[in-house]
């Protein structure tokens, strides 16, 4: 309860100053918002705009929206408090010495700064160029430190006194503390964060141009931006009716890729007999060439005339070549004149004179390599048409009306090769009316977006701006998905460097280096690693493993090119998920677990029962900043699809680089802002951290 005091005791004077001093916040209260009424009235900007449009971007321009807000605000305020002062309210006098503490202390820095900027700007200026001193500021700035330091001053020796109305209790004095510490971060977000974001909206409701022609007349054109943005309509059309009525319907084909093998065997193919084989010796494996270099003397001398041809072509004469063993591949160590050497042989075995293989027996899984069967199917006509033999035996167009092509994709093992069908499935489908036909003028400005039906019906979804349209569904759908898997991830690894093992420390620097690498850079790298050619690790990593049979074009494709991006941001930033969820499991005590123990709850009753309810600041907190890097994800974009797949910053950084529209731009990141904002306050609802 504030010290009640009696009448008696309380000075004449005393309740003089006090009434003065309520009435004080009555002027301030006027006088501000009339100083600031006068201020635009005066200004030429506003006083000269020769139209309604002119006047209003000229006053959005030099006053903004949140100093007019401040303004009235405080105004509104210091009415209040004086209402309240008169009436004797003890709490609302702490408020109102505050006020007056923080209005001294903003006068004193107003004219610091004021004075800092006159002396920087004037430094190594002339005379005559020179930007005044404004005296009538500093000393309006001086009065009001003068007159809110000495009022202050006695509210602080006399407000129990005189004001004795309202309790005055712990939590009232808490949040007096609190604003007083809070006031500071407020007046730095208003500086760093509202007035950017300020400059943004007012720049919306403008034509104003990024980069373009200085001498084009910007106009303020209110909600237009928006309304271009974010319009949109939902049709319904009918099928088109044949003449009983019955909806008209079309085919529909589908082509379908599928991937198959068939057995074979290779000893029945005479094309593959060691007689009739064509083929460079890198054929056979080295311990084969070996083996025949052994036993076969017709395949040595064969080898040997060839070297000594091979040699004399490269200007050596050689009187003796011997061939001592093949090396790998194509190269064979030789022997030349008694002198060692390697000679690449890559003459084919027909080419060689006098080899006789028809007494030769091959056992293909162990003295031919898979590569050099597949190399020799690709360059015998004669392999290949035995092999589409074998095909047209289980796959045959003329049978299978659904087959539109089969090719032989190689050799998987020795026992069997791989082919591709290319099968032609068809579909019968209503035939729609155009939406654009069946709307009319009130389409026109407008494009389809998507289709989508719903009990029978089929709807038409269409925006003005179809493309953000788009975009904005890529982007919420790359942000559910990666922020989902960051968090299932980070708690998954989380959990584990919390929990004690050897090499704890270590494994904790090592989850954080793909955080530590730049995106750009990240992304530069998952670019290469992703390619479809022989160069793409992924893919080698994935065939060579059997994920997959052949390369997939990850991000040229339509439907992996979403999951690419998804991948590279799962595995950039899930450690940072990781490394604020641990923050937060360290904030838990280890006796509450100890207690759960022996109270017989087991792991999973220990986590859903303590550890998930206890995380929820932490996984808000998680979930806002992952979601707010997600929605305005711009580098994994542009580095990985560039255009051919938009977020929303990358579709809003096109509309102002490439179309120069920057006010259309300032409404595309107003938006994003907002998006966010949704998901900021969903989060805190739904884990109840403002309740906490």
């Given at each position: 309860?504030?010290?009640n005091?009696?009448?008696?005791?309380v000075?004449s004077?005393q309740?003089?100053?006090?009434?003065?001093?309520?009435?004080?916040?009555?002027v301030?209260?006027?006088?501000i918002?009339v100083?600031?009424?006068?201020?635009v009235l005066?200004?030429p900007?506003i006083?000269?705009a020769?139209?309604t449009?002119?006047l209003?971007?000229n006053?959005?321009?030099?006053?903004?929206?949140?100093?007019?807000?401040?303004?009235?605000?405080l105004g509104?305020?210091?009415?209040?408090y004086?209402?309240?002062?008169l009436?004797?309210?003890?709490?609302?006098?702490?408020?109102?010495?505050?006020?007056?503490?923080?209005?001294?202390?903003?006068?004193i820095?107003?004219?610091a700064v004021?004075?800092?900027?006159v002396?920087t700007?004037n430094?190594g200026?002339?005379p005559?160029?020179?930007?005044?001193?404004?005296?009538n500021?500093?000393?309006g700035l001086?009065?009001l430190?003068?007159?809110g330091?000495?009022?202050?001053r006695?509210l602080?020796?006399?407000?129990?006194?005189?004001?004795?109305?309202g309790?005055?209790?712990?939590?009232t004095?808490?949040?007096?503390?609190?604003?007083?510490?809070?006031?500071p971060?407020?007046?730095?977000m208003v500086?760093?964060?509202?007035?950017p974001l300020?400059?943004?909206?007012?720049?919306s409701?403008?034509?104003r141009?990024?980069?373009?022609?200085?001498?084009?007349?910007v106009?303020?054109?209110?909600l237009?931006?928006y309304?271009r943005l974010?319009?949109?309509?939902i049709d319904?059309?009918?099928c088109v009716?044949?003449?009983?009525?019955s909806?008209?319907?079309q085919?529909?084909?589908?082509?379908?890729?599928?991937?198959?093998?068939?057995a074979?065997?290779?000893?029945?193919i005479p094309?593959?007999?060691p007689a009739a084989?064509?083929?460079?010796?890198d054929?056979?494996?080295?311990?084969?060439?070996?083996?025949l270099?052994?036993?076969?003397?017709s395949?040595?001398?064969?080898?040997?005339?060839?070297?000594?041809a091979?040699?004399?072509?490269?200007?050596?004469?050689a009187?003796?070549?011997?061939v001592?063993?093949a090396v790998?591949?194509?190269?064979?160590s030789v022997?030349?004149?008694?002198?060692p050497?390697e000679?690449?042989?890559?003459k084919r075995?027909?080419?060689?004179?006098g080899?006789?293989?028809?007494?030769?027996?091959?056992?293909y899984?162990?003295?031919?390599?898979l590569e050099?069967?597949?190399?020799y199917r690709?360059?015998?006509r004669?392999i290949r048409?035995?092999?589409?033999t074998?095909?047209?035996e289980?796959?045959?167009p003329?049978?299978?009306a659904t087959?539109?092509d089969v090719?032989?994709?190689?050799?998987s093992?020795?026992?069997?090769?791989?082919i591709?069908i290319?099968r032609?499935?068809?579909?019968?489908?209503?035939v729609y009316?155009?939406v654009r036909?069946k709307?009319?003028?009130?389409?026109?400005?407008y494009?389809?977006?998507s289709t989508?039906?719903?009990?029978?019906t089929r709807y038409?979804?269409s925006?003005r701006?179809?493309?953000?349209?788009?975009?904005?569904g890529?982007?919420?759908?790359f942000?559910?998905?990666?922020?989902?898997?960051?968090?299932?991830?980070?708690?998954?690894?989380?959990?584990?460097v919390?929990?004690?093992f050897?090499?704890?420390?270590?494994?904790r620097?090592?989850?954080?280096?793909?955080?530590?690498?730049?995106?750009v850079?990240?992304?530069?790298?998952?670019?290469?690693?992703l390619l479809d050619s022989r160069?793409?690790v992924?893919?080698?990593?994935l065939i060579?493993?059997?994920?997959i049979?052949?390369?997939l074009?990850w991000?040229?494709?339509?439907?992996?090119r979403i999951?690419?991006?998804i991948?590279?941001?799962?595995?950039?930033?899930t450690p940072?998920?990781?490394l604020?969820?641990?923050?937060g499991?360290?904030?838990?005590?280890?006796?509450?677990?100890e207690?759960a123990d022996v109270?017989?709850?087991?792991?999973?009753?220990?986590f859903f029962?303590?550890?998930?309810p206890l995380?929820?600041?932490t996984?808000?907190?998680?979930?806002?900043?992952?979601?707010?890097?997600?929605?305005?994800?711009f580098?994994?974009?542009?580095?990985?699809?560039?255009?051919?797949?938009?977020?929303?910053?990358t579709?809003?950084?096109?509309?102002?680089v490439?179309t120069?529209?920057?006010g259309?731009a300032?409404?595309?990141?107003?938006?994003?802002?907002?998006?966010?904002l949704?998901?900021?306050?969903?989060y805190?609802?739904?884990l109840?951290v403002?309740?906490e």
């Open positions: 309860m504030a010290e005091m009696s009448l008696h005791q000075t004077q309740k003089t100053i006090a009434t003065v001093i309520s009435l004080l916040f009555t301030f209260g006027i006088g918002v100083l600031f009424i006068w201020s005066n200004d900007d006083s000269q020769v139209s449009n002119r209003i971007l006053f959005l321009d030099n006053y903004g929206i949140i100093i007019p807000l401040t303004v009235f605000g509104i305020t210091f009415l209040n004086s209402r309240r002062l009436a004797g309210d003890f709490i609302t006098s702490g408020w109102a010495q505050s006020t007056l503490f923080w209005v001294m202390v903003f006068s820095l107003g004219i004021h004075a800092f900027q002396g700007a430094i200026v002339e005559q160029d020179r930007i005044p001193f404004n005296t500021l500093v000393l001086a009065l430190a003068t007159v330091g000495g009022v202050w006695w602080d020796q006399n407000r129990k006194l005189v004001f004795t109305v309790e005055d209790t712990v939590v004095r808490q949040n007096l503390v609190a604003w007083n510490l809070l006031i971060t407020v007046v730095v500086l760093v964060a509202a007035r300020e400059r943004t909206f007012v720049g409701l403008t034509d141009t990024f980069a373009g022609a200085v001498t084009k007349e106009n303020f054109v209110g237009q931006n309304t974010l319009g949109f309509r319904t059309i009918d009716r044949n003449p009983d009525n909806c008209s319907t085919i529909i084909e589908n082509t379908i890729e599928e991937n198959s093998e068939i074979v065997d290779l000893n029945s094309q593959l007999e084989l064509d083929v460079g010796i054929f056979f494996t080295p311990s084969t060439l070996n083996r270099i052994t036993e076969n003397e395949f040595k001398n064969g080898l040997a005339t060839a070297v000594k091979i040699l004399e072509e490269g200007g050596t004469t009187n003796e070549v011997q001592v063993e790998s591949g194509n190269v064979l022997r030349v004149d008694g002198t050497q000679i690449a042989m890559t075995i027909t080419e060689l004179e080899v006789d293989l028809s007494g030769v027996d091959l056992n899984p162990t003295d031919v390599t050099g069967l597949n190399t690709i360059r015998s004669i048409g035995a092999l589409d074998l095909v047209l289980q796959y045959n003329d049978q299978d087959i539109d090719k032989v994709s190689g050799f093992s020795f026992e069997s090769f791989g591709t290319t032609i499935e068809t579909t019968e489908e209503p009316e155009n036909d709307v009319g003028e009130a389409y026109r400005n494009a389809q977006v989508f039906d719903f009990f029978g038409v979804l925006a701006d179809a493309e953000f349209y788009v975009a904005v890529n982007t919420l759908f942000a559910v998905v990666t922020v989902t898997a960051e968090l299932i991830l980070g708690m998954i690894i989380a959990l584990t919390n929990s004690k050897p090499g704890r420390g270590l494994v620097a090592a989850m954080l280096i793909p955080w530590a690498i730049p995106t850079v990240s992304a530069k790298l998952w670019s290469y690693m160069i793409g992924m893919n080698d990593m060579r493993l059997g994920v049979e052949k390369s074009s991000l040229a494709s339509v439907d992996t999951w690419s991006l991948f590279v941001d799962v595995w950039k930033t940072f998920m990781a604020l969820i641990l923050a499991l360290q904030t838990i005590p280890s006796d509450i677990y207690a109270d017989g709850a087991g792991v999973i009753r220990q029962r303590i550890t998930l995380l929820r600041p996984i808000a907190v998680a979930l806002v900043f992952r979601t707010l890097d997600a929605i305005r994800a580098d994994v974009f542009d580095v990985l699809v560039g255009k051919q797949l938009q977020s929303m910053a579709y809003n950084q096109f509309v102002l490439e120069q529209e920057f259309y300032s409404a595309i990141g107003v938006t994003m802002f907002l998006i966010i949704v998901f900021t306050i969903i805190v609802r739904a109840g403002d309740v």
